[in-house]
């Protein structure tokens, strides 16, 4: 398209391209652009991927292939072609439209099609970034690559790239058997906070901290982690007012734990002087606070993954992991937390990788959007999903496992140690639940153990091939191969050269 004037094309080319300008405005002003990820370089790389090579050349043409003309061609070629009328190239780089999940046509964005080169990489640092994906898992690490990034078979790409980091699958819980819970409907935006106590820590942190109070807000599920010295009634109280009641203002109710520091007559007397509503859920069900319990859970996690050098260095990760959990977007809204309480996406360092584009001297309209957001999340609660049928993990003879061992060492807290071990291999199944394991580092170390303290291993994160990449001979394809032209993402794996189709 770039051979082509504006006026040419018309007045829906024109606005399309205000519109590109007008979102790099409002997400990356001010910034620095990164010389290995600048729009000369995407340039070059969509030109050279096999799969986006056509569809760059034939929406700067502004002339849809033939179904002949890519039939040959790989899935992912055939993917954009049928989203055609949604790509177009702008200084260069081909994007994608993309409609924001609250429907409103001032926030539509346009995605990069990112070439393969650069998918691996993109991936795996936004995942192991502390600011952003910190560790987050696939769904909420694809829900904020999409808002910048687009490729086909992108999901599976994520859930393949993710599902292999050694880290998570050390520290984090494996999918268990959940029991239904009561759906509590939160519809109004500051009205509850749930809060709960974490800990306590050990080591204590090097400035005496033990705890962490944490709190959640019901509707956005905006987090706050404040470390503590003590858990009493006094210094919880304390936090309270000056870091989230002072911020955020009165909630109508808090919902907490029979703990002492949250039923004694200092809380009392802070929640009568606020007007709020206390309320202390039974002792038997303490998944009645669930968003706490959650968030409690998620910490302990992301503490363990970041300090793993470091112990008494704990409250220090706490910023860097409520900032990564406030930009990812929630299953149950797709919004992240800092959207709904602020009504545009958090910026990230990714967002900053990309540079600041051309843009127009348009200004970001501010009054619309905020109010049109809180009106549509009036409406939407949270929603659970239950699995509440147990089965026998499908597991075989000579897999690699992982295997729960929870151990206790003395000074040491064991929540934030990693709880799995291995890889085991499975060396033969006793029966439906019952296994014997042998160690891949200590063949004399065997275990007979349930399965249900077995979770699969997957290869480390540096063996990892897309989902998508298989190629697909094209009829100008060669038929022989080269180690020149080994694929980024496919690793050892030589794929057919492709050279240019005839003109």
Known sequence: MSKYCSRELGPVYRNTVGAIELDAKRRFRGVQPDPDFSPTELRKEQLLDPDLMIIVMAVEDNRRPDFQEIVGCSPKTRSLWLQFNSLIVHNGLLYRKFEHPSGNIELEKFQLILPSKFIRKVVIEHHENPATGNHFGAFKTYQSLKKIFYW?????????????????????????????????????LHGKWHVDICGPINPPSKEGYTYVLVAVEAFSGWPFAIPLKTKSSTEIAQVLIRDVFSVFGSPMAILSDQERCFTSQLMQDICNIYGIQSSNISIAHPAANGKAEKWVRTLKEHIAIMIENDRKNWPNTLPLICQAYRSMPHTSTQ???YEVIFGAPMRTPLDLKLGLPPTTNQ?????HYPFWLRQTLSNIHDQRHYDLHASVAPFQVGQLVWFYNRKRIKGKSP???????????????????????????????TRIVH???????????????????????????QTTTSQSSIHPLTLQVPVEEIPLPPA
Request: proline share 9%; glycine share 2%; net charge neutral.
């Open 363 to 367: 200004e970001v309209n501010p009054d």
């Open 152 to 188: 086909p078979g992108m999901h599976e790409d994520v859930n393949a790239i993710i599902s292999q980091c050694e880290k998570c699958a050390k520290f984090k819980f494996h999918k268990r058997p959940k029991v239904p819970l009561k759906n509590f409907r939160e519809g109004v």
């Open 335 to 337: 919004f992240s937390p």
């Open 415 to 445: 929540k934030l140690d990693t709880p799995w071990e291995g890889p085991y291999k499975i060396v033969k199944i006793l029966n439906d639940c019952i296994a014997a394991i042998q160690s891949c580092h200590n063949s004399q170390l």
């Open 451 to 477: 399965m249900d303290k077995l979770a699969s291993y997957s290869q480390p994160l540096d063996s990892v091939q897309a989902a998508w990449l298989t190629i697909v001979q094209s009829p100008w394809q």
